[in-house]
């Protein structure tokens, strides 16, 4: 049985041809840039901080006892 193959080439121009006739475009100003950091640090700032105060204290900030 003799099969067809399809040459990696064609398919590359072919894929490489498609995405380039539809390129989107991206555009994000800075408002959005900021809601976005501001939502990132309401959402994972508390986990950091609970982190940061669950780490035994280094040699040189013990607690005086």
Request: proline letters at 8%; hydrophobic letters at 55%; charged letters at 20%.
């Amino acid at each position: 049985m003799s099969r067809v193959r399809f040459p990696v080439r064609a398919a590359a121009a072919g894929l490489i041809l498609g995405l380039l006739a539809c390129q989107p475009v991206f555009v994000i100003g800075w408002q959005e840039w900021l809601i976005m950091i501001c939502a990132a640090a309401l959402l994972v700032g508390p986990v950091v901080f609970r982190f940061l105060r669950m780490r035994p204290p280094r040699n040189g900030k013990r607690k005086r006892e």
